[in-house]
């Protein structure tokens, strides 16, 4: 009975090795998804706050964490299981939605980069395809399905990117990858928000105190310090996210034209960063990762420059047509709502 209860007892101790070494894997290959998807996770950071704007300070916190839980249901309930489902029956296609996600990248960077410098003809294609829900109950209603919204095609993305990361593994390690990734990044993508946009607040607070001691004026400097820059460091959020965009997704479209044999410019950029790189041997690395990032980036704008025309000319003008059909279509269902 010792013998068996020994040997139970060490194929106990294999299992849990396994699952250990399982477990290690699984977050290792979730943080190298993570970290791919992080230019997608910058400008969604740094694209959320704008919708707190306008709200009185008690109802900035509920209305985070109304697109966070959103946002975990977009990811969870129907992403996941598309992304699965994708990944079982038609693997083949995860190349080209990565690409369409890589080009509304570029597109929606570009774009802000447009809105900057001529925004009255930036807006006039971008109203076409917005819309607010005239039954919303109120503005924050709205303001928070926009923000889903959103969120739901940049986790999309995020969720793609990492799929493809771990494109060789079981069904459960890449649910389990998709499912840390996902939870993982809401979180520290709304944590950072919530502390972004109660930032101000903390500094008023902070600049208020009335302690004498040496301690005290050096939090109000502080207070003052933090009231006084979060603006300028939201609009350099912006604009670090803008360029992680374009970067991310001018990369992605380039890798996913090499997988499909045009790959000139992979090449280009690849040897342009070696020739770089071994310019200044001491910082290789870096250079190398620099000009690469470059490289996607000038990509990330050739494709938005097109993609901007192409939204203007072509998918506004059949949107324009679509959404009548479908408005038509939503008040006769609302006039007659018991059918024929």
Request: charged share 15%.
């Amino acid at each position: 009975m010792s013998v068996g209860l020994i040997a139970l007892l060490d194929d106990i101790a294999a299992l849990a090795k396994v699952a250990a070494a399982s477990l290690d894997d699984i977050a290792g290959q979730a943080a190298k998804a993570g970290a791919k998807a992080a230019g997608v996770v910058i400008d969604d950071a740094a694209v959320t706050p704008r919708y707190i704007t306008g709200f009185t300070a008690a109802r900035e916190l509920p209305i985070i964490r109304k697109i966070a839980i959103g946002s975990v249901r977009n990811k969870l309930l129907i992403l996941l299981p598309a992304a699965l489902v994708l990944s079982l029956l038609a693997p083949q296609a995860i190349t080209p939605l990565l690409m369409i996600g890589g080009a509304y990248l570029c597109y929606e960077g570009v774009e802000k980069v447009y809105e900057a410098v001529v925004p009255h003809a930036a807006h006039s294609h971008e109203a076409e395809l917005s819309s607010i829900d005239p039954n919303a109950q109120s503005q924050e209603d709205a303001k928070v399905a926009s923000a889903i919204k959103t969120d739901f095609i940049l986790s999309a993305e995020i969720m793609a990117i990492t799929l493809a990361s771990v494109p060789d593994s079981g069904f459960v390690t890449q649910a389990t990858v998709l499912a840390v990734v996902g939870v993982g990044i809401t979180v520290a993508v709304y944590g950072v928000v919530a502390l972004i946009v109660k930032a101000d607040d903390l500094g008023l607070a902070m600049a208020g105190m009335k302690s004498a001691s040496p301690p005290g004026a050096l939090l109000r400097a502080g207070g003052r310090m933090l009231v006084l820059g979060m603006p300028y460091f939201l609009k350099a959020l912006g604009i670090v996210g803008t360029a992680a965009m374009i970067w991310v997704g001018g990369g992605i479209v380039v890798h996913g034209l090499e997988t499909y044999g045009f790959d000139s410019p992979a090449h280009f950029i690849h040897a342009a960063a070696e020739r770089a790189a071994q310019t200044l041997p001491a910082s290789a690395a870096a250079v190398r990762w620099l000009v690469e990032a470059a490289g996607a980036g000038l990509a990330g704008i050739a494709i938005g420059l097109i993609a901007i025309p192409a939204v203007g000319y072509v998918i506004a003008p059949l949107w324009r047509r679509v959404k009548p059909k479908a408005r038509g279509t939503s008040a006769q269902a609302r006039r007659d709502p018991t059918g024929p």
